[in-house]
């Protein structure tokens, strides 16, 4: 059962959400007025959540009243509506003038009834068949309305709720990350003080063993920086700042660093797009430093391309590396897949684990194509004003050898 004290509507003050509804059944009805209240069991009164009775200057005043009449009715009925012919005068609605009321059922989307559409008359009167329907018809608008509600307040409690989780997260990996990094550079100490202690008596083997270890703690190193990069990610919100695919481009020159022989470059519709700054930044990186790091030749180019697609940009990284063959390619957005051996290319392999992770939190999709030599990894970015909040999984298909 949703709790409408916590949605507000057993607080007394009015919804603007239902006032077409009541100022349509009075006119319609040529009622002097109509109203939508909720039933507040705790109290046994009505709520009123909005009154349209323009005659009527007492009604402002009034936030509540009781109904001994009508809401029994309502209550035991389904989907029906029903019809008060001698509004008690001890009934709230006599306050408001009514002599004779109809009303339906405002239901919860369960159908549970929980409030009641009310439109009245100041004197006796037969309610005909069209006056049934049309507030049969207002009572289901408003219980839609109500279920929007409940709805909103569902997804307001679900994102804090998410919000609280990733917190928790957050500060669970970083602590972890912590705890985990100590031991690793008392190892990384402990193997350099040997090697300076030993190294006069030390043989090719245990020089090589001691570099093992070194090489190892630094991978264990990057693992714990990955791992802690992709619980910590972001659901797509953007920094505030704007670069241009110029400035990106050149940055992304600058963190991949030179690699002899190779080559990044960029056309011109990439160059003149103002991006966002931020996750894109490194999800292109990754993806880029990816290509780079799996060519297998001295010459050879990366290149970024930029089409603008209306509500989003999709960005495409091609390279003229050794592409990838179709049995590999339904896994290499797997945490720790590899084409590769750990020795013969460095990595935590889960580099495009968290792009795929970041373009998708984004609202945006990644896909590759790769026949024979080259491929080509497609992500699509949504523009700013686009840009859904963290929510939606979107499935992707996979892209380059992960490193």
């Given amino acids: 059962m949703h709790d409408l004290h916590a949605l507000g509507l057993l607080d007394g003050r009015p919804d603007a959400a239902f006032d077409s509804l009541t100022r349509l059944a009075a006119t319609q009805c040529a009622a002097p007025g109509a109203l939508v209240s909720f039933h507040d069991a705790a109290t046994a009164r009505h709520v009123i959540k909005s009154l349209y009775a323009p005659e009527r200057s007492a009604a402002g005043a009034l ?3 009781t109904d001994a009449r009508l809401w029994p009715r309502l209550a035991r009925q389904d989907g029906l509506v029903a019809i008060v012919e001698e509004v008690s005068p001890a009934d709230g609605l006599a306050a408001l003038g009514a002599v004779t009321c109809l009303g339906g059922a405002v239901e919860l989307p369960d159908g549970t009834p929980i409030g009641s559409f009310c ?3 100041d004197a006796p009167r037969r309610w005909t068949e069209t006056e049934r329907d049309l507030i049969r018809a207002l009572a289901r608008c408003a219980s839609e309305i109500l279920r929007r509600m409940l709805a909103e307040q569902d997804s307001a409690d ?14 669970f990996a970083h602590a972890a990350a912590h705890d985990l990094r100590s031991p690793l550079r008392a190892i990384a100490n402990a193997a350099v003080w040997l090697s300076e202690d030993l190294e006069p008596v030390l043989c090719d083997e245990t020089r090589a063993h001691i570099d093992q270890m070194l090489s190892r703690t630094a991978r264990l190193h990057r693992l714990v920086d990955d791992l ?10 953007e920094a505030p700042g704007r670069i241009t695919g110029q400035e990106m481009l050149a940055a992304l020159r600058a963190q991949t660093g030179p690699r002899p022989g190779l080559s ?15 996750p894109l930044t490194e999800v292109l990186r990754r993806l880029v430093d990816n290509a780079l790091t799996f060519h297998d030749r001295d010459v050879g180019t990366v290149g970024l391309a930029l089409d603008d697609r209306g509500e989003a940009w999709q960005i495409t990284v091609r390279d003229d590396g050794p592409g990838i063959a179709p049995r590999h390619q339904t896994r290499v957005f797997d945490p720790f897949a590899r084409l590769f051996s ?7 392999g889960l580099g495009l684990t968290m792009v795929e992770r970041q373009v998708r939190l984004t609202g945006g999709q990644v896909w590759l194509h790769s026949e024979g030599r080259g491929t080509a990894v497609h ?7 686009n ?12 892209a380059h050898a992960q490193g």
Avoid: I, N
């Fill in 379 to 385: 992500v699509t970015w949504p523009k700013p004003a």
């Fill in 119 to 121: 439109v009245w008359h």
């Fill in 264 to 278: 990044l470059h960029a056309d011109a519709a990439f160059k003149a797009a103002a991006l966002p700054s931020g």
């Fill in 63 to 65: 936030a509540s009243y």
């Fill in 228 to 237: 802690l990069a992709c619980c910590c990610l972001d659901t797509g919100a």
């Fill in 387 to 398: 840009m859904r909040q963290a929510k939606a999984d979107r499935p992707s298909s996979t």
């Fill in 342 to 348: 750990q020795d013969a290319v460095p990595g935590s």
């Fill in 158 to 171: 679900l994102r804090a709720a998410q919000a609280r989780s990733r917190a928790e997260l957050h500060r």
